[in-house]
């Protein structure tokens, strides 16, 4: 299985929406629409990048860039592609695009109860950085997540 990675393109836009919806907003509002993504899209402050199977995408992250930290808005892999090393590229692509940029600090939140997010990240070096209650519709807390790219991850 060839897997490509590359920033992603208006006829991207749906797939990346409904794939938001199923695993990362399951259960709650869909905030991250196709106009949400179509502006990610279009922000030069912001990757949205995709991960492809021949034509197929098969994962994507959205990551907003500042003036001192960069934040992961959005990584998901689908189901019949995970545990492969899809979500480990999209960040480390990710990663590498903020160093060059000169950002050296990566956030996050995710779900507190997502156990297997949390580990995925740690993996990485990001370290708990607090709870924010009621973050996601007022319903479930989020855990936020940094981490220094200056620190080497052991």
Known sequence: MTIRLGLARRADISTIADMAACWIEAGLP???DE???ARSLADPECVVLV???KRRVVGFAV?????RHAHLNLLAVAPGYRRRGIGRALLEW???SART???FVLRLELRAGNGAAREFYRRFGFQDAGVKPGYYAGR????RMVRDL?????
């Open 51 to 53: 991960a492809r199977s």
């Open 30 to 32: 869909h905030t991250w």
């Open 63 to 67: 990551m907003q860039f500042f003036d």
């Open 150 to 154: 200056a620190v080497a991850v052991t």
């Open 35 to 37: 106009r949400r993504i």
């Open 101 to 103: 940029a000169g950002t």
């Open 94 to 96: 990710l990663e590498a």
């Open 140 to 143: 479930e807390d989020a855990l």
